[in-house]
């Protein structure tokens, strides 16, 4: 990485978190230890200030790198990125998030920990977060209004429920996708009055005890998005990756049954950009596919699980995470371009901001800063395992949860600019209504909403989960 590596910091930022009150974190999910000098880094890691990082390159090492600002914009149709919720949802969020202590507006018990990003969409009773939790249930909660706080939807779906749903169209229009760990996707039709159904199921892979521990028990299981493309075809990872259409029929399953009797499992979210599929897998593999055929295009070795969800820059490049705690910057012909070395895994999805900076959250406890061309802006510690993924506003300020129990907002800088002790882990992301109300779901089965003291957040005014 570059020279000029600054941190705010491994060591410093204990400091910061002390004097903003909290240094008496709850210590049941520790750090991890931090470093004393080189040989105590793994790989060719050198100790800088207590974090193990990639030693210094020069420019020359690097590849140019597109001015976020300056490079060409994608255009319609091949040129289009879509990212979890369907068409338009890419990169940064087009919120803007409060930037002083915000206050809690609603808190609602669904029962089990809520894992997956609230997913915000216009249903019939106005802007609803839909989530489900680990018991198997699935729920719209009303965001802002009258009704704020009131469950609109309330479905059971049987499995445990990682993923965070896709949603399309709006009010009585509006359909969601969903998968759960009985090796299923759901099709939802919310109505009012809480007269929910389910559309239709799709019960995807050839796997048996579907619940029994180990990597085959989870092989199947609906995990890795969906995402909506942008005719509404839907992509999702399993048991490999999956295209349906949006009444559920499989156009291709990857990989296909001539290519691996027993493909595995696929956590990670797909992204979709210039016509191709890109993710991760249990394989090992960074794996490209034809969005059009399912055919593989390319597969970059990780040899560790791929389980975080990738970005792509302006310039097209993927940005993606590994359990072999690396970040990995992947050119769009599958090569190599850089990597970076955090400490532990990093299963979350990574965030990018609207000037190119990428974000990731690691286990390690530390939220990381990089510039599109791998040099390391910042590193913030928490006092927790993160496995929530850092949400990026327009304003470039970044949110975020840890296992320390708290929901954080962080500038662009790299200054904790609040930080709201929740009580539980944090292991769900950040929604951000286009009022600014922040939305998230914690380990004890709650789903909370924040918001900047003094404002209404008033019902949103335009769709959030149009079709294309």
């Known amino acids: 990485m570059t020279g000029d590596v600054r941190i705010a910091g491994a060591v410093r930022g204990w400091w910061l978190l002390g004097a903003l009150g909290l240094s008496g974190c709850p210590a049941s999910h520790p750090p991890s230890a931090g470093c004393g ?44 990125r879509w990212f979890r919720n369907g068409p338009g949802h890419a990169g ?17 018990d669904l029962g089990a920990v809520v894992f997956g990003t609230p997913t915000l969409a216009v249903g019939p009773e106005g802007l609803t977060a839909y989530v489900g939790t ?22 059971d779906l049987g499995g445990r429920i990682w993923a965070t749903a896709a ?57 890795g998005g969906p995402t909506i493309g942008p005719d509404g075809d839907l992509f999702v990872g399993a048991d ?23 493909p595995k499992h696929v956590f990670s979210t797909p992204v979709l950009s210039d016509g191709r599929v890109y993710f991760g897998g249990q394989d090992g593999f960074v794996t490209a596919l034809a969005a059009e055929t399912g055919e593989q295009q390319w597969q970059y070795t990780v040899r560790a699980d ?42 979350s999805s990574l965030g990018i901001a609207p000037d190119g900076t990428v974000y990731a959250t690691s286990f390690d406890a530390n939220l990381y800063s990089l510039a599109p061309s791998g040099e390391v802006n910042w590193v913030l510690p928490t006092g927790g395992v993160i496995h929530s993924s850092p ?23 790299g200054k ?37 003291p003094g404002s209404d957040a008033p019902p949103a005014q335009s769709p959030l989960a149009a079709g294309p």
């Open 37 to 80: 000098k080189d040989s105590d880094c793994k790989t060719d890691r050198i100790c800088v200030e207590g974090v193990c990082l990639a030693p210094a390159r020069t420019r020359a090492d690097a590849d140019p790198i597109a001015d976020p600002a300056t490079a060409p914009k994608p255009s319609a149709g091949q040129g289009e």
């Open 92 to 108: 940064a969020s087009d919120a803007l998030g409060p930037t002083t202590p915000p206050e809690p507006r609603w808190v609602v």
């Open 134 to 155: 680990h018991a198997g249930r699935f729920v719209g909660v009303v965001v802002e209004g009258e009704r704020a706080g009131s469950v609109g939807l309330d479905i």
């Open 167 to 223: 949603a399309r169209g709006e009010g009585d229009d509006l359909r969601l996708y969903v998968g759960n760990d009985d090796d299923t996707l759901f099709a939802i039709a919310p109505a009012a009055k809480g007269e929910a159904r389910i559309a239709w199921r799709k019960r995807l892979g050839n796997c048996e005890d579907t619940r029994s521990p180990g990597p085959e028990g989870a092989r199947c299981d609906v995990d």
């Open 240 to 262: 490999g990756v999956y295209r349906l259409s949006p009444e559920g029929e499989i156009r291709w399953h990857w990989p296909s049954a001539e290519q691996e009797e027993r």
């Open 306 to 347: 791929v389980d975080g969800s990738g970005v792509i820059g302006a310039d097209g490049a993927l940005f993606i995470g590994a359990d072999d705690g690396r970040i990995y910057s992947i050119r769009s012909d599958g090569s190599l371009r850089w990597s970076f070395v955090a400490q532990r895994d990093i299963r």
């Open 391 to 413: 949400l990026v506003d327009q304003a470039g300020t970044v949110f975020f949860g840890s296992q320390d129990d708290h929901l954080y907002a962080v500038s662009a800088k």
């Open 416 to 452: 904790v600019l609040w930080a709201v002790d929740l009580g539980a882990d944090v292991d769900s992301s950040v929604a951000i209504t286009p009022s600014g109300t922040v939305i998230v779901g914690c380990d004890d089965g709650t789903l909370r909403a924040f918001a900047a």
